[in-house]
């Protein structure tokens, strides 16, 4: 069932409105990319997530409740699949959200770690020649979550430092190793007909592998060089054109190839090259999530998923038992990340250098990130001491030390701060563990943080390197951040707001076509108007309440056919998505009521929108159709009356303490149902 599961996750959703494109999508990063995973027994778990789906506007769809998460700061793996993983991944299924979700995000009330013993020996009873010591028995929940495709297999192959196929590397074989297998063989085999000049046999070769993987830009390289020794230089140019376009980024390299001397004097070549970034040769380039990008062992994306791997970004939004914030400061730090999206902050990064091993790990990274950051305007400083004083502009931080008093160096994060402290036991949060854990910047105000979940030894494959600030910079969010800056983190537990993006760009629009809050019948035209100093926009995607429903490119009008929805109330979410590599995301969203049938449900709440925990709603529903009214907050059901009308009671402690909204709906068959407007709530403590 769950092997099914897997395989359907991400097929090809139906395409429901007419003259729209259902092309791939190529990154991610929105709150429609975002599933919450929320433990129904933890007060502080709805609380978090309350106050996460409303500041991120998070569509209902996009929640998930579970209520038999296991009640521990760790867990085993069996547990960890049956109780939260797989019911996670069912729900995406189920709910036709395979093809655009790009993050799984646990609120708190989560085990933190999972124990993985029994992977631990497989790994090490197929090799052999491994250090067991260098693996250690136990995974964070959110890296668990990330090699989701081979937990579910019960493969041991995520506890491997190079696991991590999205990070970006200097991969010095970038051009000689892109693909695995018989594939890898044959493409090796066409490099040395290349090499040894047969360049008719070796365009044969590559061109058959091009056809079947046009992604990948390092078979597309190879088949430029081989043509330009034909000297086939139209053609050489015009797939040297191609890589370009595919991202294809070493401007200097290419210039200095001296395999492509036949294309040099043609000016052509000259055009296309200087089109091109100019990066580190075997530098990958910074970029934006997908999860429906297959991630290739050279780390560039790949269309084969027998070729590379698929992942989902995950985190943990916070911890607030053992040695976790208090559930204020867990709020205060989401409204905080939120708040400083787009803002563009400046200030400065710091990177610590001691004598400590902890610090000396990770020094020889420090000076390229160094001059990243200073290229693109920020300060940047290595210090000689555990950590900057009184410094009140701290965009992040690369430190490492056992023991850190952060909340007496006079130091202050600015909104959308990243703080790294590599340290044995920063993600470990029972209580009575020692080390500085990696809530204690959380709580000071930082917008994410990471620690390992069981003694690491000082590899610094399984923490992240100083380029993750670089990358935060370059507009990722707070996860692909992290996440492109990490070889092996199977072992680290990442807390924070994931899509925290302060240097983000969005690429802004306005639609006209459909007042907010109107009732519409048949054909409705909207037109889009993007803001005249915003990035160009690649495509727009179209969700329909709170699923993709297509993609379509960066036209002025889009039309969509209500008469193919039920009655009721419905909201449309049109998400720009910026031409760049990271593809930046914007959204609108409307909502609407649909009357081409008659069919409607209303719903009313007796007092003024705020109420107190431990008391009960009191609420009056009535329909003109169906046999049965639900009342749903998100995904859930949390009461339900029989009939067409009535009055009901719920308990405020069920919904949990913050923002939330609550929905009637009926339904009518197992695909169809008419919804309400949904009416806004506010519990307070």
């Not at 709910?95 to 609120?107: A, C, E, N, P, T």
Request: hydrophobic share 40%.
């Amino acid at each position: 069932m769950m092997l099914l599961a897997l395989r359907r996750l991400l097929a090809p959703i139906a395409m429901l409105l007419a003259g729209l494109s259902n092309a791939p999508v190529l990154a991610g990063g929105g709150p429609e990319n975002v599933l919450v995973v929320v433990n129904v027994n933890s007060p502080d778990s709805l609380a978090v997530a309350n106050t996460f789906v409303h500041l991120r506007d998070i569509p209902p769809q996009n929640v998930v409740y579970l209520d038999r998460v296991p009640d521990a700061q760790a867990c085993g793996v069996g547990a960890f699949r049956e109780h939260v993983l797989h019911p996670v991944l069912e729900a995406i299924e189920e709910r036709k959200l395979g093809q655009q979700i790009d993050y799984i995000v646990y609120s708190a009330g989560f085990p933190t770690a999972v124990e993985i013993s029994n992977h631990l020996e497989q790994l090490t009873e197929h090799r052999t020649d491994l250090d067991r010591r260098l693996f250690g028995p136990r995974a964070s929940i959110n890296a668990l979550t990330y090699f989701y495709g081979e937990v579910s297999q019960d493969s041991a192959s995520f506890m491997f430092l190079d696991a991590n196929w999205y990070k970006r590397r200097v991969v010095r074989d970038f051009l000689d190793r892109p693909f695995v297998g018989e594939l890898q063989e044959k493409f090796q085999a066409a490099i040395e007909s290349c090499q040894s000049g047969d360049y008719r046999q070796a365009r044969s070769q590559l061109a058959e592998i091009v056809q079947q993987h046009p992604g990948q830009v390092a078979a597309r390289y190879w088949l430029v060089r081989a043509l330009a020794g034909e000297e086939k230089t139209d053609l050489a140019l015009r797939q040297l054109n191609l890589c370009v376009a595919t991202g294809w980024c070493y401007r200097t390299f290419t210039k200095n190839d001296e395999t492509l001397d036949n294309l040099h004097d043609d000016p052509r070549f000259s055009e296309i090259i200087e089109r091109a970034p100019n990066k580190l040769f075997g530098d990958l380039p910074t970029r934006g999530f997908s999860n429906q990008q297959v991630w290739s062992v050279n780390g560039w994306p790949n269309g084969d998923p027998s070729q590379g791997k698929r992942f989902v970004l995950s985190t943990v939004l916070a911890v607030t038992r053992g040695r976790g914030t208090t559930l204020q400061q867990a709020l205060d730090q989401i409204a905080t990340s939120v708040a400083a999206d787009f803002t563009q902050p400046q200030g400065t990064f710091y990177f610590t250098r001691t004598s400590d091993v902890r610090t000396r790990t990770r020094r020889g990274q420090f000076a390229r990130a160094i001059s990243e950051l200073e290229g693109m305007g920020f300060g940047a400083q290595e210090i000689n001491s555990v950590l900057p004083a009184g410094r009140t502009d701290v965009l992040g931080a690369t430190i490492g030390a056992a023991a850190v008093n952060w909340d007496d160096s006079g130091n202050r994060f600015l909104p959308g701060a990243i703080c790294d402290n590599l340290t044995s036991y920063g993600g470990v949060m029972r209580a009575n563990a020692s080390q500085t854990p990696l809530t204690n910047f959380i709580a000071a105000g930082a917008a994410g943080a990471s620690g390992t979940v069981v003694e690491p030894l000082s590899v610094p494959q399984k923490f992240p390197e100083a380029m993750l600030h670089v990358h935060y910079t370059r507009g990722c969010s707070l996860a692909e951040a992290f996440y492109q800056s990490v070889a092996g983190p199977f072992q680290l537990l990442i807390v924070g707001d994931p899509l925290c993006r302060p240097w983000a760009v969005p690429p802004r629009f306005e639609i006209a076509g459909l007042p907010d809050d109107q009732t519409v019948q048949g054909e409705i035209e909207l037109t889009l108007t993007p803001d005249e100093d915003s990035p160009p926009i690649s495509r727009f995607e179209l969700f329909v309440d709170g699923v993709r429903r297509a993609v379509a490119p960066p036209s002025r009008t889009i039309k969509f056919d209500s008469s193919r929805m039920t009655d009721g109330f419905h909201q449309l979410r049109l998400v720009a998505v910026d031409a760049t590599p990271i593809g930046t995301r914007f959204h609108q969203s409307l909502g609407f009521h649909v009357d081409n049938q008659g069919d409607s449900v209303q719903l009313d709440i007796e007092g003024n929108g705020a109420y107190q925990l431990g008391r009960t709603l009191l609420i009056n529903v009535a329909a003109t159709c169906g046999e049965s009214i639900e009342i749903v907050q998100n995904s859930r059901v949390v009461a339900r009356i029989e009939g067409r009308e009535g009055q009901l009671r719920i308990d405020c402690e069920q919904l949990g303490q913050g923002p939330t909204t609550l929905r009637a709906v009926v339904k009518l068959d197992d695909q169809r149902q008419v919804a309400s407007l949904p009416v806004q709530l506010e519990i307070i403590p």
